[in-house]
C-alpha cells in the first residue's frame, strides 16, 4: 500500500509538472493545472487499484499467463474510465469543455499506452515480491515444522533415557534383596509391576497429570524405603486441587532419587525426604529436601539431573529454574511455567 501511495503522488507530481509546462507555454488558464493533476491522480490511481485488488478478481492459482492477461485487460479498463472520468469531472470547473462521449479518441489511447509503459512493469514487480514473500513463508513453515519435529524427537529420546535410568536402579535394588530378604524383593517386583503400568498408561509421552507424577514418585519412594527400612522416611506435601494439572512427565522422579541416594544411602542415620508442590504466579515449584551433605558449588547431579534440564530446556527454553539450597535446609527446587508449552509461546 505504501508503494501504491508513492506511485499515486509521483502520478500528481507529473500530472503538476505536465499542467506547468502547458500553463507557460501555451494555454496559460489555471484549468490546464489543475486538469492534468485531476487526469494524472485519477489514472493513477484506477492503475494502482487493478494492480494491487488483482487478488479480488483472479481465483487463487490462476496461471501466470492468465493473471498477467486479466491484469493488462483490466488496465486498459481503467485507463478508458479514468480518462471518461476526467473528462466529465472537467466539464463541472469553470471554463471547461463540456462533455461528450467518446470524446477524443487520440487522448484514451495515449492514456491507454501510458498505463501499459508504467502499469505493467509495477504489477511484474508485484507479482514477483508477492511471489518471493509466499516462498520464503513457505520455507519458515516447513523450518518451523522440522524444529517442532526435531523437539518431539529429542524429548522422545530424553524420556527414553529417562525411564531406563530409573529401571536400572530398581532392578539393581531388587537383585540385591533376592538373597537377605526375598519377601522384599517380591514386593518390590509387585510395586515395579505398578510402576510398568503407570508408566504404560500415559496418554502423552511428553506431559501427564501431577498425580501421575507423584503416583510414580510414591512408588518409587516405596521400594526403597523396603530397601533402607527405619532409615528412610518420606513425606509429600500437595496444595489440593492441582492433582490433575498437567506437568512435564518424569521430572522429579529423578530428583528424588538423588535425593535418596545422597540424603539416605550416603548417611547412615538416614532420615527423612519431603516433597513439596507449589503454584503462584503461573509457576510450578518442586522442592526436594534431605538430610545429605552439603551440595558442591557446582554440582552436576549426575545424568538424571542432567536429563531432567535437557527435557525442561527443549520444552521452556530459558523459563525454568533449578536451585541447589545447601543446610541448614538443604534442597532442590524447579521452577517451571505451569501453562501448558503448547498453549504459549515457549520462549
Same mark, same amino acid.
Given at each position: =500500500?505504501?508503494?501504491? @501511495? ?39 490511481? &484506477? =492503475? ?37 472520468l476526467? $473528462?466529465? &469531472? ?25 498505463? =501499459? ?12 515480491? +508477492? ?25 522422545? @529420546? ?10 536400572? %536402579?530398581?532392578? %539393581? ?12 524383593a ?5 510395586? &515395579?509391576?505398578? $510402576?510398568? +503400568?503407570?508408566? &504404560?498408561?500415559? %496418554? ?21 524405603q523396603?530397601? $533402607?527400612?527405619?532409615?528412610?522416611h $518420606? ?20 530428583i ?71 543446610p ?20
Amino acid at each position: =500500500m505504501r508503494n501504491a @501511495l508513492k506511485v499515486i503522488l509521483i502520478a500528481g507530481a507529473i500530472g503538476l509538472s505536465f499542467g506547468l509546462y502547458r500553463y507557460c507555454w501555451y494555454d496559460h488558464r489555471i484549468l490546464s493545472i489543475t486538469g492534468s493533476v485531476m487526469s494524472c491522480l485519477i489514472i493513477g490511481s &484506477l =492503475m494502482m487499484a487493478v494492480i494491487y485488488g488483482r487478488g479480488y478478481f483472479l481465483p487463487a492459482g490462476s496461471p501466470a499467463g492468465v493473471k498477467a492477461l486479466v491484469v493488462i485487460l483490466l488496465l486498459i479498463l481503467a485507463s478508458g474510465a479514468g480518462t471518461a472520468l476526467y $473528462f466529465w &469531472l472537467l466539464s463541472w470547473l469553470p471554463g471547461g469543455p463540456p462533455f461528450r462521449w467518446p470524446g477524443e479518441s487520440g487522448i484514451y489511447i495515449l492514456n491507454i499506452l501510458i498505463v =501499459m509503459v508504467v502499469g505493467i512493469p509495477i504489477y511484474a514487480s508485484e507479482e514477483g515480491r +508477492r511471489q518471493l514473500s509466499g516462498l520464503v513463508q513457505s520455507q519458515q513453515y516447513r523450518v518451523l515444522q522440522l524444529e517442532q519435529q526435531q523437539q518431539a524427537i529429542e524429548l522422545e @529420546l530424553l524420556r527414553a533415557k529417562i525411564n531406563p535410568h530409573f529401571l536400572y %536402579n530398581v532392578h %539393581n535394588t531388587i537383585a540385591g534383596l533376592i538373597p537377605a530378604a526375598p519377601e522384599k524383593a517380591e514386593m518390590l517386583v509387585l510395586l &515395579l509391576s505398578k $510402576f510398568f +503400568r503407570a508408566s &504404560l498408561s500415559m %496418554n502423552s509421552p511428553t506431559f501427564h497429570s501431577l498425580e501421575a507424577e507423584l503416583d510414580i514418585v510414591t512408588t518409587y519412594l516405596q521400594m526403597q524405603q523396603l530397601r $533402607f527400612g527405619a532409615r528412610m522416611h $518420606f513425606e509429600l506435601h500437595v496444595p489440593a486441587g492441582l492433582e490433575q494439572r498437567q506437568v512435564p512427565s518424569f521430572v522429579l522422579q529423578p530428583i528424588v532419587e538423588n535425593a535418596v541416594k545422597h540424603g539416605i544411602e550416603a548417611c547412615a542415620d538416614g532420615g527423612v525426604i519431603t516433597i513439596t508442590v507449589q503454584e503462584a504466579g503461573g509457576q510450578f515449584m518442586y522442592t526436594v529436601t534431605d538430610p545429605g551433605a552439603a551440595f558442591s558449588e557446582a554440582p552436576s547431579g549426575g545424568s538424571g539431573l542432567k536429563l531432567v534440564t535437557g527435557k525442561l530446556q527443549l520444552l521452556y527454553g530459558h523459563a525454568f529454574h533449578i536451585v541447589f539450597h545447601n543446610p541448614p535446609e538443604k534442597y532442590v527446587s524447579i521452577t517451571f511455567p505451569s501453562q501448558h508449552p503448547g498453549t504459549a509461546g515457549r520462549r
